[in-house]
T-cell receptor
């Protein structure tokens, strides 16, 4: 079946522009995560949705970052007034995990590479 | 704070076993140990996870120390396709994963 897809795969933005990154999770997956991966580093958690509810946004680095998942499937990560330090790969992952019990594998998309010039 | 310690890099020859170590000395009793790997220009890929007992799947084995303060990911026969960054991840909150910098595995033909 189809995995997690992300679009665009590459995005170049001029400093100050707004960008929107899309994630299509695996159908039926309840949980959706966004991570940011700087060059040479491991991914860092940004935010988490369970269905349409954003249960954890503690990893968002500033109020310029905003994520939504209005119908509990597709999610969009928006970055306003982009800065050079926002340049990174943005990864989306989905999981069938419900609640906090147990542990379930996360399926990652290929990421969107954002370059801010 | 990833709260795990891994070597920055390791090397192996093709078709030889690889043992990737991870220290997680502050692990709590309910924290799972997860391993993911990331090939170049791809998102991370799940490898294996465990809590107390050793675990095996088609990709690898996970050996967990009796005190749970360390674990080892075992690739039984390395292939060139196994060259990747391997992340050892301790526990998760609401499913979120805390990645560190991982171990870069190089496999030589």
């Amino acid at each position: 079946g189809a995995g997690v897809s992300q679009s665009p795969r590459y995005k170049v933005a001029k400093r100050g522009q707004d960008v929107a990154l899309r994630c299509d999770p695996i159908s039926g997956h309840v949980s959706l995560f966004w991570y940011q991966q700087a060059l040479g580093q491991g991914p860092e958690f940004l935010t988490y949705f369970q269905n349409e509810a954003q249960l954890d946004k503690s990893g968002l680095p500033s109020d310029r970052f905003f994520a939504e998942r209005p119908e509990g499937s597709v999610s969009t990560l928006k970055i306003q007034r982009t800065q050079q330090e926002d340049s990174a790969v943005y990864l989306c992952a989905s999981s069938s995990q419900r609640g906090t019990g147990g542990t379930y594998e996360q399926y990652f998309g290929p990421g969107t590479r954002l370059t801010v010039t | 704070d990833a709260k795990t310690t891994q070597p920055n890099s390791m090397e192996s020859n093709e078709e030889e076993p690889v043992h990737l170590p991870c220290n997680h000395s502050t692990i709590s009793g309910t924290d799972y140990i997860h391993w993911y790997r990331q090939l170049p220009s791809q998102g991370p890929e799940y490898v294996i996870h465990g809590l107390t007992s050793n675990v095996n799947n088609r990709m690898a084995s996970l050996a967990i120390a009796e005190d749970r303060k360390s674990s080892t990911l075992i690739l039984h026969r390395a292939t060139l396709r196994d060259a990747a960054v391997y992340y050892c991840i301790r526990g998760s909150t609401l499913g979120r994963l805390y990645f560190g910098r991982g171990t870069q595995l190089t496999v030589w033909p």
